[in-house]
């Protein structure tokens, strides 16, 4: 992400906590919340980015700094680790 001019959210990115898991309605798609999810678009301060990982598409809504959402396509199922 710092590679691509996003120093910000790269640093924030640790801190990036599992609100909520979001329904894409896609067999290709899963989405998680970082924050509690409002019911209006993020407004002002929102963007979205386009990350190229090395297998699929991975996308990041922020607003004002913060990572509020993220979109993964076409990669394996997210799994909970285990303890």
Request: aromatic residues 6%.
């Amino acid at each position: 992400m710092q590679d691509k001019g996003e120093r910000e959210l790269a640093i924030c990115v640790w801190g990036v906590r599992l609100a909520a898991l979001g329904d894409c309605g896609d067999d290709y798609c899963q989405s998680i919340h970082t924050a509690h999810q409002k019911s209006t678009p993020y407004g002002e301060g929102h963007r979205c980015i386009p990350l190229s990982p090395s297998e699929g598409m991975l996308f990041l809504d922020g607003v004002h700094g913060r990572i509020m959402y993220i979109e993964v396509l076409t990669r394996p199922p997210m799994r909970r680790p285990t303890p």
